[in-house]
């Protein structure tokens, strides 16, 4: 008997429902003012619903992890009084966004009490992200939790019986699990929605999307349910819901932060550009907090595809050479996101360093159509037999992007991805050279060619994508915001702009380094940001 | 107009003679003895022809590189010394085992001359191989020098004008470029013979294979033409030519000593299990001097493919724990390799080492099966065309590997690589768990099923490719000899033995190492030789 994919969603939503604390939730009045066509901002609701005491209004929102973790060392703070803030705090941000797949709330809290007696009794902290609240994206199994990934057809799925290698990292250093977030239908849009959970909206604007694949992430983080989350990235993942949502999100270089022993959304032997974990959160130095956390771990004694490199204290510098792209000209960039970079590059050659604009380089519109090439690899279409399983119609963001054309989908052959290896690597070349000759430590460049737009219409990511193809580390900045008084339509950008829309939407630049530079590239970031006064 | 092949050949052998001083000529009476079924033994020949002066013998046979480059950057030794004798002493192993493709001893000569007086002048080395001679496989790119890899078709290619990745930083590191070594046709075998350049011959038996791909080095380091030598391995190409020739052939992990820039044999785009390249030296110490100078030397400023990690200073142990494989049953092996790794085992276990067996592990057969495919991605065949284009025929030990089954060769689809590669995952997670659940420093395994063999007659090297297929870097450490008056047939042995045709071949044994622990596994490789005295 094949249950009716309907009445499959209703089940899991009513468990879903039940993980919210009744005490925890939000009065009507606000209730009924939150819609995904409401062009309204939602930040302030969390210290204004009455819910947040002063002190967990002050602890989710005046520190950042860093400072917590030194605050639970000195017992200042407790774990349980950290986790109870940003558990209250999440519950909030999810009935304004719904940004969150799973609620453990009560596990939480628990987990809390057992690291305050630790400390008591142990005298030291766990490790460095001891009674730290960190939320994960719906696809790390933790146990005892389901990891549904937004398919009807996983929902009858059994709860996980063993944590993701990076999960079982987190709770050794003494990390607080919490929550895990929402995702689109296949993971590869940039609008979180599916059947199972519906879709996630932007705390900045909840007209706008939160972007994807980790949406939640973007939307929690963005609102402080969160400050530290964990999202994946292949095309822009992670990159994209901070840039929409206004925090930071980092994509290490492949496999440095273990990736193993998530719900798959695709097929097994997945080759080519290959996804990756990563950071989301509100400072560069909780990024650092993370990937030192995480690396110094040694992940490659818990999941075999983890790279076996130890973190490497790289020297700082005080002054930096950067590349600079402020667009690419086949893929012109939205007005906010022009003003954006250009911004920036002033101030960072005002305050000191070399910025060199990079004036040849492979197009993002070559690299992009070869990225979607190795995101078609798959002949069995195994995402979308996930879909067709249970009968859930796709999501408009996924038809969109991803209906075959009238003929059908051609068969991609063995010699198809052997020549997109080889494209693959002279593109690698080509910036390998870029980046020699130059001279460079990081370049700069948008983040994407748009910021968050009204929900389905954010389609391709050319600005994150192109860096997932060279395998370079990249992390998203959020830095001002898109203003419809001087942000001004311009004839090059091709998409629809509607400066009103999106008025007050965060703007972000992105930084990138070499490939497997991400301490190179976490120490520009925090030099960068300094630079920008953010 | 096409010209035949024979006449390329003819034109191709004329200019290497060419190449081969007059002076330095074997005299008829020892020529005369030399034929690949001669049941003789050379390594004697260069101290007794009279060709080498004694301190020439003396500088080629009682050091390492290590203690070479010492004297010579104490100025105990010129470099122009060392690389004289070293040039007299590879045209004399290239004339008994016809092991060099190319020979530029007057550039050499020139370097060292130059390297010299760069030391009389800056007062110390150009860097850590000041002065030494290098040998290098055929298909590394040296400025001026052809990169034929044994295609009749590559022939009439100009000579390459620019240096491999790897070729450069050897050159900043002092080292001295004087010969460049044979291979296959193809380079997928373990007969170094192509129609170009013909057989190379093994020095301890002229009768019996030198190994492959990196035939010609592994009979160059192991009659002493070179002492170190790079060599370059995708299924045991650097580790059977040294355990055919009683040389140490060290596998790095995919990218740590840098790949790019090399004539390739195959198609580009390659992917899966990747070529890679290592060194073949006398003594452990030298594999240590070779990888600490390459990658101390940051590659991946060099060569975009080659990996960022940093050398990574290991402490050293006193006790090791080491896994034990003596065979696998699917893959018995002949009497002298399993006497050698027995003997090694209890060896290591007296010296205080803890040796485990490993009772269950991914079987060899269905490795070997699984990296052929890999190893036969490519549905155009490029390899053949390279053989074809010219008219040349395919040499035997290619056409006995390779021949297309009668109905035609099947053609690979994506969705069988993608397979693979989850097979492939499945296989690295089970060797994960072996590693952490029994804490092992290393595994020792035999390096082949068989010393060496007369020739074509060594067909698939399961024993290499294993650790191929795993990306873990291993490395064969010369141990012990067959000996006919104890090495008795053993009923498991499935492949022809015969005990008086192998008589005295070198023995070994391999060490392998997690993926990317390269500095633990020399580290274990020096520790092991001290352990059995070799």
Excluded at 487 to 502: H, K
Aim: aromatic share 8%; charged share 20%; hydrophobic share 40%.
């Amino acid at each position: 008997m094949v249950q009716d994919w309907r009445s499959l969603v209703a089940q899991k939503r009513a468990e879903v429902a039940k993980q919210l604390p009744q005490e925890w939730r939000l009065p009507t009045e606000i209730m009924s003012t939150i819609s995904e066509t409401a062009n309204v901002s939602v930040l302030d609701v969390p210290a204004k619903c009455g819910i947040l005491s002063a002190k967990e209004i002050d602890i989710t929102e005046n520190h950042d992890a860093v400072d917590l973790v030194e605050k639970m060392a000195k017992k200042e703070l407790t774990s349980s009084e950290v986790t109870l803030a940003f558990c209250k705090r999440a519950a909030i941000a999810h009935q304004l966004t719904n940004c969150l797949t799973e609620m453990f709330f009560g596990q939480a809290q628990e987990r809390a009490k057992f690291l305050d007696e630790y400390l008591e009794k142990e005298g030291k902290p766990m490790g460095p992200l001891h009674g730290m609240p960190v939320s994960l994206k719906d696809s790390f199994n933790v146990k005892g939790v389901s990891s549904t990934i937004g398919y009807v057809s996983f929902i009858n799925k059994k709860p996980a019986d063993f944590n993701s290698p990076l999960v079982e990292i987190l709770l050794k250093a003494g990390a607080v699990l919490y929550v895990k977030t929402n995702i689109p239908q296949t993971l590869m849009t940039a609008d979180s929605e599916n059947n199972v959970f519906g879709r996630t909206l932007n705390p900045c604007n909840l007209s706008l999307t939160a972007g994807g694949s980790s949406g939640g992430e973007g939307a929690l983080v963005g609102i402080r349910g969160s400050i530290l989350g964990v999202g994946t990235d292949i095309a822009g993942s992670i990159r994209i819901p901070a840039l929409c949502c206004g925090a930071y999100g980092f994509k290490p270089s492949t496999d440095r932060i273990p990736q193993g022993g998530q719900a798959n959304p695709s097929r097994d032997g997945w080759a080519g550009i290959i996804p990756l974990a990563g950071p989301l959160a509100q400072s560069p130095r909780d990024l650092r907090l993370f990937l030192e956390t995480v690396i110094k771990s040694k992940p490659w004694d818990f999941d075999a595809s983890a790279r076996a490199k130890p973190w490497d204290s790289v020297s700082t510098k005080s002054s930096l050479t950067i590349g600079l792209i402020y667009e690419c000209p086949s893929w012109p960039v939205s007005p906010p996101v022009l003003r954006s970079i250009q911004t920036a590059a002033k101030k960072l050659e005002s305050a000191g360093h070399k910025v060199i604009p990079i004036a040849k380089f492979p197009s993002y519109s070559e690299v992009t159509e070869l990225a979607f090439g190795f995101f078609d690899i798959d002949n069995a279409e195994t995402g979308h037999k996930f879909i067709v399983d249970s009968g859930e119609p796709v999501v408009k963001s996924v038809a969109d992007m991803y209906s075959p054309p009238p003929g059908g989908r051609p068969t991609r052959t063995l010699d198809n991805f052997l020549d997109m290896t080889a494209s693959r690597s002279e593109i690698q070349e080509t910036w390998h050279k870029i980046f020699i000759e130059n001279d460079l430590d990081v370049v700069i460049a948008p983040g994407a060619q748009k910021t968050a737009v009204p929900h389905d219409t954010f389609k391709l990511p050319p600005y994150t994508t192109y860096w997932n193809l060279l395998d370079y580390p990249a992390c998203v900045i959020p830095y001002l915001r898109a203003d419809k008084s001087i942000d001004v339509a311009r004839a090059e950008y091709q998409e629809d702009y509607d400066a009103s829309a999106v008025d007050g939407a965060p703007c972000s630049i992105q930084v990138v380094a070499r490939p497997e530079h991400d301490e190179e590239l976490i120490a520009a970031v925090e030099i960068i940001a300094r630079g920008l006064g953010v």
